[in-house]
């Protein structure tokens, strides 16, 4: 349990540099679902996702310690958390190094070298590559960073106080797990409020380490993580990630890659954002589900960092 204060300290240090995203409800995408859907537009940070504001509350934490921030930091990503550590470490002057695995995304490569990082290829996915950045931290004398982590999570949970805060009585909230930071935030803000909105974590059908462990209530590892929604692509969970969602989640659902793609053009088509294959995954989670009819439910969007020719195939799919 993250206590408020700890949450709004966080929020107030996400909001120093970036402005609160915004919450719409889309009437196509109710047409569509049978029910209210507000759709929480992390698509709209500064680097693009959610991300974003768990790297700005690291960094901060980091920048205060005695005799300052590190001189340097590394981790592994396939792409949005090195944006968000890349992107908050320059405001503090301090050198990042990202490890992305193999075919990793050009465009979110070219985006983390934008915002400053070094770039390092490594590994067939992100597991594989997240273990050789503990190797290189200790090579090259870096902190190494994980992508989830008690500062990280009270970042992140800034984006859950902000939709709590603009949407009153949500009934349930439809959230993508990747690492576990999003839905450990929505979580956090949740119970720091004393809400009782059901949280239900969405993943793809190729990558289902976190359903699976929700349903064994114990970590399983997977030997793969097949799926082109790189966010959710995890075959290693977190155990403290798992620990929160098992008491916190009401229920961990799978969708296939047919319906992920369906859902990122009906957001395109429906709202005219563009979602990556995680930011769709929520959307996808909540039309397969029946008894939605007369609720008032939220997906999270978050992030839209897509190479253009995979969203243009997924748009031509349609």
């Known amino acids: 349990m993250i206590e408020r204060a700890e949450l709004d300290t966080a929020a107030a240090v996400v909001h120093a540099a970036m402005a609160p995203t915004p ?23 500064p680097t693009g996702a959610f991300k974003v504001r768990g790297g700005l509350n690291l960094m901060a934490g980091l920048a205060a310690r005695p005799g300052g921030p590190p001189s340097g930091i590394i981790s592994a990503t396939r792409g949005n958390h090195g944006q968000s550590l890349a992107f908050a470490a320059a405001r503090h002057g301090v050198r990042t190094m990202i490890v ?73 909230v439809y959230v993508p797990i990747g690492s576990g930071s999003g839905i450990c935030g929505l979580v956090s803000a949740r119970d720091a409020l004393g809400l009782d909105t059901e949280i239900i974590g969405v993943v793809a059908a190729g990558a289902d380490a976190y359903a699976q462990s929700f349903a064994a209530g114990r970590p399983i590892e997977t030997e793969r993580a097949d799926t082109k929604a790189d966010g959710v692509a995890v075959r290693v969970p977190v155990p403290e990630a798992l620990d929160v969602i098992l008491r916190g989640v ?34 996808a989670g909540l039309l397969t589900e029946d008894d939605r009819a007369g609720l008032r439910c939220a997906v999270i969007l978050c992030g839209g960092n897509i190479d253009r020719r995979e969203f243009a195939r997924v748009l031509a799919g349609g």
Request: hydrophobic share 50%; with cysteine.
């Open 250 to 283: 009401a229920r961990v659902i799978t969708v296939t890659e047919a319906q992920i793609e369906a859902a990122m053009r009906s957001l395109y088509s429906d709202t005219h954002n563009v979602a990556e294959g995680a930011g769709a995954v929520p959307l």
């Open 100 to 172: 992305v695995p193999d075919g990793n995304s050009e465009d979110k490569n070219a985006s983390m070298e934008a915002w400053g990082a070094e770039l390092v290829v490594s590994g067939v996915d992100f597991d594989a590559a997240r273990a050789f950045a503990r190797t290189l931290a200790v090579e090259e004398d870096l902190l190494l960073v994980p992508a989830f982590g008690p500062e990280i999570v009270a970042g992140v949970a800034s984006y859950a106080l902000e939709l709590f805060g603009a949407v009153p009585d949500l009934n349930r």
């Open 23 to 45: 919450q719409y409800a889309w009437p196509l995408l109710a047409r569509r679902a049978g029910c209210e859907v507000w759709v929480k537009h992390e698509n709209h940070t």
